[in-house]
C-alpha cells in the first residue's frame, strides 16, 4: 500500500546537521530536567500501601477518584479487580500512619461519598525495598535490551549501523523520560513497559531504514552515500507514515478513552512514536553517515572457489 507517491528523492540527509543541532538540544534540556527535577516516581517504584475493597454494587470508578480526591487522595491509583464490585486502590507513603487506620479512613470516605456498604478485603504494604528491586530490574532490562540490539544489528548489517541504531534508541529513551521528568508526571512500571515498546518500535523503524540503505547501495551503481541514503528515505517513507499514523490513532483513542490507569501508558508511547520516526531518518542514517559508510562496506564478500585460479590459468 502506498499512499504517498513521489517522484523526486527528498534531500532528508541535506538538513543533517540542522537536526543534530534540534536533537543535541533537547537531549541536553532532558537530562538537565532529570538532573534537576528526577523523576516523579509512583507507588510501584516507592512504596506504599494497597487496598482490596468490594462493592454491593458495580462500582463507579469515576465517583471514587472524585471522592478521594477531595478527601486529600489525590494520589490513588483506582482499577478494578477481578469483578466489577471489586475495586484495588493503591496510595503512596505516609509517614506515621498505620495501615489499619488508613484502610478505616477511606472505608468512611467511600461509604460516604458513595452510598454504598463497602467491605475491606485486604490491606498490603509494599515496601521501598520492593521499589528499589524494581529500578533495578527496569535500568537492567533497558542495558540489557540496547546491548542486544547492537549485537543484533552489528552482526546482521554493519558497526555503522549498529551504532547508529543504538544512539537513536539511546534519544528515544532520554527524550520519553525528560518529558515525564519536565511536565512532572508519574512514573509507574506500566511507562516503563511503554518506553520498551518504544525501543522495539523505533528499533523495528530503524531495521527498516537500514535494510533498504543496504540493498540500494548494492543496487544503486552511481551516486554519493548521502545521495543513496536520501535515496532510501524517501523509498521507505510511505511506509513508515502508514504505520506511524495507524499507531498514533490507535494509541489516541486510548489516551482519551483509555482511563487514568493507562494514561502514563499512552502518553509515553504517543510521545515516542514520534521521536521514534524522527530517530530513525535524522539520528540512526545521520550517525552511519558520519561514521563514513560506504559502498564497499555493504558489498558481500566474494568467496573463491577451490581450484579457481588453476582453471583460470587453463583459459
Given at each position: 500500500?502506498?499512499?504517498?507517491?513521489?517522484?523526486?528523492?527528498?534531500?532528508?540527509?541535506s538538513?543533517?546537521?540542522l537536526?543534530?543541532?534540534?536533537?543535541?538540544?533537547?537531549?541536553?534540556?532532558?537530562?538537565?530536567?532529570?538532573?534537576?527535577?528526577k523523576?516523579?516516581?509512583?507507588?510501584?517504584?516507592?512504596?506504599g500501601t494497597?487496598?482490596?475493597?468490594?462493592f454491593?454494587?458495580?462500582?463507579?470508578?469515576s465517583k471514587?477518584?472524585?471522592?478521594l480526591?477531595?478527601?486529600?487522595?489525590?494520589?490513588?491509583?483506582?482499577?478494578l479487580?477481578?469483578?466489577?464490585?471489586?475495586?484495588?486502590?493503591?496510595?503512596?507513603?505516609?509517614?506515621?500512619?498505620?495501615?489499619?487506620?488508613?484502610?478505616?479512613?477511606?472505608?468512611?470516605?467511600?461509604e460516604?461519598g458513595?452510598?454504598?456498604s463497602i467491605?475491606?478485603?485486604?490491606?498490603?504494604f509494599?515496601?521501598?525495598?520492593?521499589?528499589?528491586?524494581?529500578?533495578?530490574?527496569g535500568?537492567l532490562?533497558?542495558l540489557t535490551?540496547?546491548?542486544?540490539?547492537?549485537?543484533?544489528?552489528?552482526f546482521?548489517?554493519?558497526?555503522?549501523?549498529a551504532?547508529?541504531?543504538?544512539?537513536?534508541?539511546?534519544?528515544?529513551?532520554?527524550?520519553?523520560?525528560?518529558?515525564?521528568?519536565?511536565?512532572?508526571?508519574?512514573?509507574?512500571?506500566?511507562?516503563?513497559?511503554?518506553?520498551?515498546?518504544?525501543?522495539?518500535?523505533?528499533?523495528?523503524?530503524?531495521?527498516?531504514?537500514?535494510?533498504?540503505?543496504?540493498e540500494?547501495?548494492r543496487?544503486?551503481r552511481?551516486g554519493?552515500p548521502?545521495?543513496?541514503?536520501n535515496?532510501?528515505?524517501?523509498q521507505t517513507?510511505?511506509?513508515?507514515?502508514?504505520t506511524?499514523?495507524?499507531?498514533?490513532l490507535?494509541l489516541?483513542?486510548l489516551?482519551?478513552?483509555?482511563?487514568?490507569l493507562?494514561?502514563?501508558?499512552?502518553?509515553?508511547l504517543?510521545?515516542?512514536?514520534?521521536?521514534?520516526?524522527?530517530?530513525?531518518?535524522?539520528?540512526?542514517?545521520?550517525v552511519?553517515l558520519?561514521?563514513?559508510?560506504?559502498?564497499?562496506?555493504?558489498?558481500?564478500?566474494?568467496?573463491?572457489?577451490e581450484g579457481?585460479?588453476?582453471?583460470?590459468?587453463?583459459?
Amino acid at each position: 500500500m502506498q499512499i504517498l507517491k513521489i517522484k523526486e528523492n527528498i534531500a532528508f540527509m541535506s538538513q543533517r546537521k540542522l537536526a543534530s543541532i534540534f536533537s543535541i538540544i533537547l537531549v541536553v534540556v532532558s537530562l538537565t530536567s532529570l538532573a534537576t527535577n528526577k523523576l516523579n516516581w509512583g507507588l510501584d517504584f516507592t512504596g506504599g500501601t494497597l487496598l482490596e475493597i468490594g462493592f454491593e454494587q458495580p462500582a463507579d470508578l469515576s465517583k471514587i477518584r472524585t471522592v478521594l480526591e477531595s478527601g486529600g487522595f489525590a494520589d490513588a491509583v483506582v482499577q478494578l479487580f477481578g469483578s466489577s464490585n471489586d475495586v484495588l486502590i493503591r496510595l503512596g507513603q505516609r509517614e506515621n500512619v498505620k495501615a489499619e487506620m488508613l484502610g478505616n479512613q477511606i472505608l468512611g470516605l467511600l461509604e460516604q461519598g458513595t452510598g454504598q456498604s463497602i467491605d475491606m478485603r485486604r490491606i498490603e504494604f509494599v515496601g521501598a525495598n520492593v521499589g528499589d528491586e524494581l529500578t533495578e530490574q527496569g535500568g537492567l532490562a533497558m542495558l540489557t535490551a540496547l546491548i542486544c540490539i547492537l549485537v543484533y544489528v552489528a552482526f546482521r548489517f554493519e558497526w555503522r549501523f549498529a551504532l547508529g541504531s543504538v544512539t537513536a534508541l539511546a534519544h528515544d529513551v532520554i527524550l520519553t523520560l525528560g518529558l515525564f521528568s519536565f511536565l512532572g508526571l508519574e512514573f509507574d512500571l506500566t511507562v516503563l513497559a511503554a518506553i520498551l515498546a518504544v525501543i522495539g518500535y523505533s528499533l523495528n523503524d530503524t531495521i527498516v531504514v537500514s535494510d533498504r540503505i543496504r540493498e540500494n547501495f548494492r543496487k544503486v551503481r552511481k551516486g554519493t552515500p548521502e545521495e543513496i541514503i536520501n535515496i532510501s528515505l524517501t523509498q521507505t517513507l510511505s511506509r513508515t507514515m502508514i504505520t506511524s499514523l495507524t499507531t498514533f490513532l490507535v494509541l489516541l483513542a486510548l489516551f482519551f478513552k483509555g482511563g487514568a490507569l493507562i494514561h502514563g501508558f499512552s502518553t509515553a508511547l504517543l510521545f515516542g512514536i514520534v521521536v521514534g520516526t524522527y530517530s530513525s531518518i535524522y539520528v540512526a542514517s545521520t550517525v552511519a553517515l558520519a561514521l563514513g559508510i560506504s559502498k564497499e562496506d555493504l558489498m558481500p564478500e566474494v568467496i573463491e572457489k577451490e581450484g579457481a585460479d588453476q582453471e583460470e590459468l587453463r583459459m
